[in-house]
């Protein structure tokens, strides 16, 4: 069985570092090879400030019905996001508010980074709450980098091994609750898993 688990990139700084680690994860779910993945960069959708969410919105902005069809389809989801000031990037929630139903019940695992110590807890703790907001099921592991300009090459290599266990760590856990709600989802309706 093959899931599909994309990956938001939550980041659209000038110079910004998280897309560093988002090719990392990508690269890394990629080869273990239980989910088809892709990057959903919120630089390139450039969404506009969100004036209605779209299940109410007759006329929605480019590529917005792209990025819900990608979310309704997806059996997981991991978001990547900076810390900015103890929070996630506007840009970030600007684009989870436009959707809700296409998250429901889904397993969503976190990525975050910062340029100190802490690697972004701040944030982890509010995204997960928003995750609750939007009936997603955020997972207890997470992946907080530190120091992210110095934790990756520019291609996503990790400069520090260590990465490679948390990443295999990090996505086991992934694939076992996307198994078990897949599973869960097909005994329900009756869809083959
Ligand atoms: C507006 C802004 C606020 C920031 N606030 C924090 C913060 O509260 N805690 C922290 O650890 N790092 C903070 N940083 C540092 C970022 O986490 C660091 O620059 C990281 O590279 C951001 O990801 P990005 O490069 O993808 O934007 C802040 C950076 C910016 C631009």
Same mark, same amino acid.
């Given at each position: 069985?093959?899931?599909?688990?994309?990956?938001?990139?939550?980041? *659209?700084?000038?110079?910004?570092?998280?897309?560093?680690?988002?090719?990392?994860?990508?690269? !890394?779910?990629?080869?273990?090879?239980?989910? =088809?993945?892709?990057?959903?960069?919120?630089?390139?959708?450039?969404? $506009?400030?969100?004036?209605? !969410?779209?299940?109410?919105?007759?006329?929605?902005? $480019?590529?917005? !019905?792209?990025?819900?069809?990608?979310?309704? !389809?997806? +059996?997981?989801?991991?978001? *990547?996001?900076?810390?900015?000031?103890? /929070?996630?990037?506007?840009?970030?929630?600007?684009?989870?508010?436009?959707?809700?139903?296409?998250?429901?019940?889904?397993?969503?695992?976190? #990525?975050? #980074?910062?340029?100190?110590?802490?690697?972004?807890?701040?944030?982890?703790?509010?995204?997960?709450?928003?995750?609750?907001?939007?009936?997603?099921?955020?997972? $207890?592991?997470?992946?907080?980098?530190?120091? #992210?300009?110095?934790?990756? +090459?520019? +291609? /996503?290599?990790?400069? +520090?091994?260590?990465? =490679?266990?948390?990443?295999?760590?990090?996505?086991? =856990?992934?694939?076992?609750?996307?198994?078990?709600?897949?599973?869960?989802?097909?005994? #329900?309706? /009756?869809?083959?898993?």
């Amino acid at each position: 069985m093959s899931f599909y688990i994309p990956i938001i990139l939550g980041s *659209v700084r000038k110079g910004r570092q998280s897309p560093k680690a988002a090719k990392f994860l990508f690269k !890394r779910l990629q080869k273990n090879g239980k989910a =088809e993945t892709e990057i959903l960069d919120l630089l390139e959708y450039n969404f $506009p400030i969100m004036e209605e !969410r779209l299940r109410f919105s007759d006329n929605s902005p $480019p590529r917005l !019905r792209e990025f819900a069809d990608k979310i309704a !389809r997806s +059996d997981a989801l991991v978001v *990547v996001s900076p810390e900015y000031n103890f /929070g996630y990037p506007g840009v970030l929630k600007n684009a989870l508010d436009y959707l809700l139903p296409e998250y429901q019940r889904k397993p969503i695992a976190f #990525v975050t #980074v910062s340029a100190g110590s802490f690697g972004g807890l701040n944030c982890l703790v509010q995204l997960r709450q928003v995750a609750f907001g939007v009936g997603a099921l955020p997972i $207890p592991v997470s992946m907080p980098v530190p120091r #992210v300009q110095d934790a990756f +090459d520019d +291609d /996503g290599n990790p400069r +520090d091994s260590a990465y =490679e266990k948390r990443a295999q760590d990090f996505i086991n =856990e992934l694939l076992w609750y996307t198994e078990a709600i897949t599973a869960q989802r097909a005994k #329900v309706t /009756g869809a083959a898993s």
